[in-house]
């Protein structure tokens, strides 16, 4: 059990979200923060870094999502359901784009398809999250 | 002007976005971040501390969504528009309800008070930039 | 092999800091952070919250500055020895006091005992880094 | 006055540490950052964006620091004199070399220009509070 799942269990706020799933989304958000951050720099130090420069901004900007809905996810007290809503929306949005864009360069940079892999999984964690039944009402509002 | 707004007119990058409005959101999410900290800090120091553990929840992590809208906002380059149209949203309830929070305080801690006109000012200014022609589609799907 | 150590191994920038070493403290910091995101929510839940305050903005400041650690010791490409040497050295003061407190509440709150084990095992990380040959001249410097 | 500084004037916890000057520090920070990760994003969508690797990743790194740095002088309460010793340290010379990265573009890219004195307003914020009394025993330690 990861320590998330453990943190979750001893927090004394009951929760309609399945702890499993929401310590399952916690942790692919902190590998996803860390692997962005990692591999926007690596960018920076390559060869053809002008190729990079949009997988630069992505992987920037998606290391910021992931860090703040980790954060939410990891709270449940005072918080508020529609927040958690629309930050799983932008963490899946964003982890998508980063994502798509380190695959095209997968390939010739180890530190892209490494953290394609860690976009993917957290892509998959957050929509999972989404799909349950305490998202059903706030995802048919937004078309989702 | 701010060097929020001389920031976003130095962008190579063009946007249908109103470059006045954008940096009033980006310096009101700046202003309501610090305040949100702050505020939540001396509630803790407050005699009636155990009354205030709302107020001390809803302003770390309005805090935290302030944060990531503000550099969102601040970024031109390889942006995704429904994951600004998600962050702008989340902010807005989240400082909503941190406003509303510190208002029932406001009386008697003036940190409260200054926390609440910082939220009430970011939600004026973001949610003046999801009224923006374009957001309209995005808002409309969102049932906004 | 965490996704830390293999994102450093993927990276084109050479380091004289030991890669298992650097992954352990970055995955030691993710891991910190988290609950002590966690752990300050779940305080401002108890029915001895009052109790808690000293805990809650503890926990609070050790999540913001094991994140900023966590990042800088995952970049390579462009990073300055003195700054992270500084960040390590708060990263191991803010979570030797953030353990030192949850372990006063640890044996009634889990979730405070779950974090002063996080906590430690990140005090121990940075300080196995700050040990090493690299800093040995900055640790002199900083009578550490 | 800034909203920084009458939130500090009115936290419960009083402080050694001048208001005023803390303040500018902490408004030095949030302007610091902003200006940061605007730059970073302006850098990747210039046609040199190869020459501009460096000043890409010091400004990242930059705002990472800034965050932080104005979320610890923002608390009052439960905090540690030595944890914002080295933050402002950090700052100080995360700042110094973005700043003088930043110069180097000035005279061609205006964001540049822009950051450049953003960061060196930071630093020189930042430098007078370490030269404050509260500190001179840190900083004569630190052989600052």
């Known amino acids: 059990m990861s320590l998330a799942r453990e943190m979750l269990g001893a927090s004394p706020v009951a929760s309609d979200l399945d702890a499993d799933a929401v310590a399952a989304a916690i942790d692919a958000c902190l590998t996803s923060q860390q692997s ?3 591999c926007a720099n690596s960018d920076l ?3 053809d870094v002008a190729e990079m420069a949009r997988c630069i ?13 980790m954060r939410d996810l990891s709270r449940r007290f005072a918080t508020n359901r529609r927040v958690t809503h629309h930050l799983l929306r932008a963490c899946v949005l ?3 784009d980063c994502a798509e864009e380190c695959e095209r360069h997968a390939a010739h940079h180890p530190h ?6 860690a976009c993917r999984a957290c892509v998959e964690a ?6 349950a039944e305490a998202f ?3 995802e048919k509002l937004a078309g989702g």
């Open 94 to 96: 964003t982890c998508t």
């Open 45 to 47: 130090a390559e060869h």
């Open 57 to 69: 901004a992505l992987c920037t900007s998606c290391a910021d999502v992931c860090a703040v809905t």
């Open 126 to 131: 957050c929509q999972a999250l989404l799909d």
């Open 136 to 138: 059903a009402q706030l």
């Open 112 to 117: 892209c398809a490494l953290c394609e892999k």
């Open 36 to 38: 962005c951050v990692s």
